[in-house]
């Protein structure tokens, strides 16, 4: 709030706004130690980062976001969206020539929320690809087998494990959602090289 005031004072109306969305990514971050959040502050959240971004790379980016209406008070799972944003700017825009483009979308379809990060950056071959999902599902495998050594709550070794792989990225997304509702649920990736990826989350 000071840098932010200090800024505003001294007519650094860019650094204001950064500063600004920063500390919203903090303060829906921590969320009060709370793990499920409403879906309009998960959203909330990720703005704040994609702003942040677009900062920094001006008009390389681009990004929509689409919800559905009366899906904003639903719950669910905290830091979601911004980790696979995050793999959007740096695995795809961030590497192809001119604009790049995100979309964010959530739906609801029958009895569960789909939300769906599109993005037109590099993409993935399928070799690539199956590795990722290779990853992911080992991940998971290791998580339900070390809750299960250390007599521990699997959501809480899937926050502990993923620090160490790599902090909250698709790994993490995925295996916090499946251990908190099940195997139908947790995210799949589509993605085409040269044309973008597509991760939905169910």
Do not use: C
């Not at 789909?114 to 690539?128: P, V, W």
């Not at 997304?173 to 085409?192: A, D, N």
Request: proline share 2%.
């Amino acid at each position: 709030d000071t840098i932010h005031w200090l800024a505003r004072k001294n007519g650094a109306v860019e650094v204001s706004e950064m500063v600004d969305s920063l500390s919203k990514l903090f303060r829906i971050g921590l969320s009060k130690g709370q793990e499920i959040i409403p879906l309009i502050d998960e959203i909330e959240h990720m703005i704040s980062y994609l702003k942040i971004q677009k900062t920094r790379y001006k008009d390389k980016l681009f990004f929509e976001i689409d919800v559905s209406p009366g899906l904003q008070n639903l719950f669910l799972l905290k830091l979601i969206l911004q980790p696979i944003v995050e793999n959007a700017i740096y695995h795809g825009i961030k590497e192809r020539r001119g604009q790049g483009n995100i979309l964010v979308k959530a739906t609801l379809e029958k009895d569960y929320v789909k939300l769906q990060i599109s993005d037109d950056g590099q993409g993935m071959d399928e070799e690539t690809l199956q590795h990722l999902m290779k990853r992911i599902h080992n991940t998971l495998n290791e998580i339900q087998e070390q809750s299960t050594l250390d007599d521990q709550e699997p959501v809480q070794v899937a926050l502990k494990v993923n620090r160490i792989i790599g902090g909250y990225g698709v790994m993490n997304v995925h295996s916090r959602i499946v251990l908190s509702f099940g195997e139908p649920y947790g995210l799949t990736i589509e993605s085409e090289k040269g044309k973008g990826t597509v991760v939905t989350i169910i």
